[in-house]
């Protein structure tokens, strides 16, 4: 079965520039996470999504970021103005249901802010 | 308060060898589940193994298997007959929250990662 698919994979912008990332997850996935993984530190979850409904998007910086998954099944993560801390790679995960114990993820995009 | 502690930033070991990797966590919830990721220099997280809070066997897959402590809240990832391919950074994660169900809303919180070097 294919992955979980972003796009793009790299992104270089500058400060106070928009950029939107896009995620498929895998076919028949309900439940869909973005993280934020700043370089040397685990991923950090940003917002989950259980079908096309938030789930948890408690540590979601919602004056610049936004997402949405308006058909439950491919979502967009939005970052607006983004700030040179927003450099980090954005990863999709995927999993079956919110209670699965396996979250698929895909290869991530790397966001290069200067 | 840290939810996830990884001590070691970085280990070595020879191919062939088993290694252990340190994984410790702060929950009061009953219910949660304990996750190893790894993550190689692509930069994709893969999952390796599972523990629930209730499991009374440590978890086990392939090469990796899971010694859970509950007492003293560790739960470190064992890798035997360590290879080449095994070299990556490695990822300890909580799911707090669990309902009786299994299912729950918790959210994943990794560690800070430990980066796994395999010598020839």
């Known amino acids: 079965e294919a992955g979980v698919a972003q796009s793009p994979r790299y992104k270089i912008i500058e400060k106070r520039q928009s950029v939107a990332f896009w995620c498929n997850p895998i076919s028949g996935h309900a439940t869909l996470y973005w993280y934020q993984q700043i370089l040397g530190q685990g991923p950090k979850l940003l917002i989950q999504f259980q079908n096309n409904g938030v789930v948890d998007d408690s540590q979601l910086p919602k004056d610049r970021f936004s997402a949405e998954r308006l058909k439950g099944v491919d979502s967009t993560l939005k970052i607006q103005p983004a700030k040179l801390e927003d450099s980090a790679v954005y990863l999709c995960?995927?999993?079956?249901?919110?209670?699965?114990?396996?979250?698929?993820f895909g290869p991530g995009t790397r966001l290069t802010v200067t | 308060a840290q939810k996830i502690t990884q001590t070691q930033p970085g280990m070595f070991v020879q191919e062939k060898e088993a290694v252990t990797l340190d994984c410790t966590y702060d929950?009061?919830?009953?219910?949660?589940?304990l996750f190893w990721y790894k993550q190689p220099s692509s930069g994709e997280m893969i999952f390796l193994i599972y523990q629930g809070s209730y499991d009374e066997q440590n978890a086990t897959e392939g090469r990796y298997s899971l010694n859970f402590q509950k007492a003293r809240k560790s739960a470190n990832l064992v890798i035997s007959a360590s290879q080449l391919g095994d070299s990556a950074m490695y990822f300890c994660?909580?799911?707090?929250?669990?309902?009786?169900?299994?299912?729950?809303?918790?959210?994943?919180?990794f560690g800070q990662g430990t980066i796994l070097t395999v010598h020839p």
């Open positions: 994660a909580m799911r707090e929250g669990l309902n009786a169900g299994g299912t729950s809303y918790g959210k994943l919180t």
């Open positions: 995960a995927s999993s079956l249901r919110t209670g699965s114990h396996e979250q698929y």
């Open positions: 929950t009061s919830d009953q219910s949660y589940g």
